[in-house]
C-alpha cells in the first residue's frame, strides 16, 4: 500500500477516535424559570381561542399549555391569555360560526406518566409573575422518595445549574423528564429505570429554594411540556 494512502488512512482514524471522545451528555437545560416574552391578550366577545392563536400565528397547544386550558371551549370574555412572542396586540376576527374550531390542535395525554411524587403544586407550568416556569413545582418534605415517571435510561445524574441535584431520564420516542432540586439521585447515568422505580430523595438543592420540593418536567424533543396535561 503507497505510503501516502497509509497515512491518510491513520489520519482519518485518528480524526474520527478524536470526534468519539468529544462526544458530550445532552446539552444542559435552560434554566428552570426565566422571563417570559410575550404579552397577554384579553379575550372580547365571540373571540375563540384557535382564532386567537390563529391571529397571533401561535400554536394553540402551546398557547393551551402555558395557560392551563384544557378546554378551549370554556374560555370567556375578559380572560387574560397569554401569548408566547407576540410583540404587539392585534384585532381578532370575531367567530359567527366556528363550532368546528373549538378543539383543534390541543392534546392532553393524562395518565401517560405518574406523578413523581405526592403533594400539592405550588408553582404552575407556565407564566408566573412575568416569568416562565418550564415544570411544576411540587412541596413535599425532605428525605421524600422520588419515583420514575415513566421507564426509560437515565440520561443525567449530577448537579446542574439552577437545578442543583437532577436526574433526566430519557423514555422512548421522543420524551424526557426532569427531576430536580434533590438531596440524593439514587439512579445512575446509563441505568435503566421502571415506572414507579426510587430514583432519588427530596431536599431542595436548587437556586433559591426555601423550602423542600421538587421540581419536575416532561420535555418532548426537548421543549417544556405541561406536566398537567399528561399526568393522572
Keep these: 500500500m503507497p505510503r501516502l494512502k497509509l497515512s491518510f488512512i491513520i489520519f482519518f482514524l485518528v480524526s474520527l477516535l478524536a470526534c468519539v471522545s468529544r462526544v458530550t451528555p445532552p446539552a444542559p437545560l ?4 426565566k422571563k417570559s416574552e410575550g404579552l397577554y391578550h384579553i379575550v372580547q366577545k365571540n373571540e375563540t381561542l384557535w382564532r386567537i392563536c390563529k391571529t397571533y400565528k401561535v400554536s394553540i397547544q402551546e398557547v393551551a399549555e402555558l395557560n392551563n386550558i384544557k378546554n378551549p371551549s370554556r ?23 366556528d363550532n368546528e374550531e373549538i378543539h383543534p390542535g390541543v392534546t392532553i395525554k393524562k395518565g401517560m406518566f405518574i406523578w413523581p411524587v405526592k403533594g400539592p403544586v405550588t408553582t404552575q407550568f407556565g407564566i408566573n ?15 421524600t422518595q422520588v419515583a420514575a415517571s415513566y421507564e426509560g435510561q437515565v440520561v443525567f445524574s449530577s448537579e446542574l445549574k439552577g437545578y442543583g441535584k437532577t436526574i433526566i431520564i430519557q423514555h422512548r420516542d421522543k420524551y424526557a423528564t426532569v427531576y430536580a432540586n434533590n438531596k440524593t439521585n439514587l439512579a445512575k447515568k446509563g441505568e435503566s429505570v421502571k415506572t ?26 426537548n421543549q417544556a411540556r405541561n406536566p398537567l396535561f399528561y399526568l393522572p
Design 30 to 33: 435552560p434554566p428552570p424559570v
Design 196 to 221: 414507579g422505580q426510587v430514583i432519588a430523595t427530596t431536599g431542595g438543592t436548587g437556586e433559591g429554594n426555601s423550602a423542600p420540593h421538587l421540581h419536575f418536567q416532561i420535555r418532548e424533543h
Design 75 to 97: 374560555i370567556k370574555v375578559g380572560d387574560k391569555i397569554f401569548i408566547p412572542g407576540a410583540g404587539q396586540l392585534l384585532k381578532v376576527k370575531a367567530s359567527q360560526k
Design 129 to 143: 409573575n412575568g416569568f416562565k416556569n418550564d415544570g411544576i413545582d411540587i412541596a413535599v418534605a425532605s428525605g
